[in-house]
């Protein structure tokens, strides 16, 4: 069972993922602006200074784009772990009706009453929900994961092939 301070630690670890998501995103979308502002399109040579920013401008856009779907991901993780854990405290309540003859369960979503036969047959209904929940929630953990890496392989791309072009522009 949890405890108040694991899900405040918990809390505060979200938080920060959520900032610097949103950082990252905000310094995605600065880079891509700032280098496609000062772009100015010629005959692009395959390999010329121009080419390289056009590159670095094409990477940062490449990495925005995993990043806003990285924070996409992560809201619809969040909505999927609620999931989890209303299904699960759903079957625990069951569960502790299902094992005491007499006993009755409200649910307070459907207004319905189940007494411990009732409770007992739709258990397994639940756990399946859980199931797939979980299995759902682990490919979006995965997906997030891959929009990370994703998004910080193109950044760091960006910023390389633009040093690149401003070192070949320097040298000329």
């Not at 949103?22 to 390999?47: I, K, N, R, S």
């Not at 411990?116 to 929630?137: F, M, N, V």
């Not at 994961?145 to 950044?155: C, E, M, V, Y």
């Amino acid at each position: 069972m949890a405890t108040d301070r694991s899900d405040k630690v918990f809390e505060m670890g979200r938080e920060a993922g959520d900032k610097y998501d949103y950082f990252m995103a905000g310094l995605t979308a600065a880079l891509a602006g700032y280098v496609g502002e000062h772009f100015h399109p010629t005959h692009l040579v395959w390999l010329s200074p121009a080419a390289l920013e056009a590159s670095a401008v094409l990477s940062f856009i490449i990495a925005l784009i995993a990043g806003v779907k990285r924070i996409e991901t992560a809201a619809h993780v969040l909505r999927l772990n609620y999931s989890v854990i209303h299904t699960s405290e759903t079957i625990g309540k069951l569960s502790e009706v299902a094992h005491q003859p007499g006993e009755t369960f409200l649910n307070i979503e459907t207004g319905d009453i189940l007494d411990s036969a009732g409770a007992r047959t739709i258990i397994p209904d639940h756990e399946q929900l859980r199931k797939h929940a979980q299995a759902e929630l682990r490919r979006a953990g995965d997906r997030a994961s891959h929009q990370a890496i994703t998004r910080d392989a193109f950044l760091v791309l960006g910023l390389c092939v633009l040093l690149a072009s401003r070192l070949w522009q320097a040298i000329m």
